[in-house]
């Protein structure tokens, strides 16, 4: 994943194409598809993950194989990454720019964890 400042969007009519075709895990805020549900994968022997960050706030993510509907915001950082040799990086919504997770690569593999709920401190 190459760094970048600001988000990168996709064509908005080969995403609606795509959208019609099959289920897609949706932004809470604006309902754009964020990542196709068959790109729904396992990381640590499971599609969702719960975890606490720094600031004391509670995620409840979904692990995808793919999630062009989000866009990177930020460098990579492995300080605090929940999975274990992964560096993360801020999954923003492609269209309104809602945080919607976080992408992780590893030395071998990438994948996308996108918010499903997240909890007050």
Not at 35 to 53: K, L, M, Q, S, Y
Not at 54 to 76: I, K, L, N, Q
Not at 98 to 120: D, N, P
């Amino acid at each position: 994943m190459a760094k970048e400042t600001a988000l990168e969007r996709e064509p908005a009519r080969e995403q609606r194409v795509r959208e019609d075709e099959e289920p897609w895990f949706r932004c809470a805020l604006c309902g754009h598809g964020l990542a196709p549900e068959r790109a729904r994968i396992e990381v640590d022997g499971a599609h969702e993950h719960v975890f606490t960050n720094p600031a004391g706030v509670t995620f409840t993510v979904r692990c995808f194989r793919e999630a062009p509907g989000t866009a990177g915001v930020g460098d990579e950082s492995t300080f605090w990454s929940w999975f274990r040799g992964y560096a993360w990086r801020i999954a923003a919504c492609a269209r309104c720019g809602a945080h919607a997770g976080w992408s992780f690569r590893g030395e071998a593999s990438a994948f996308w964890g996108l918010v499903a709920s997240r909890g007050s401190p």
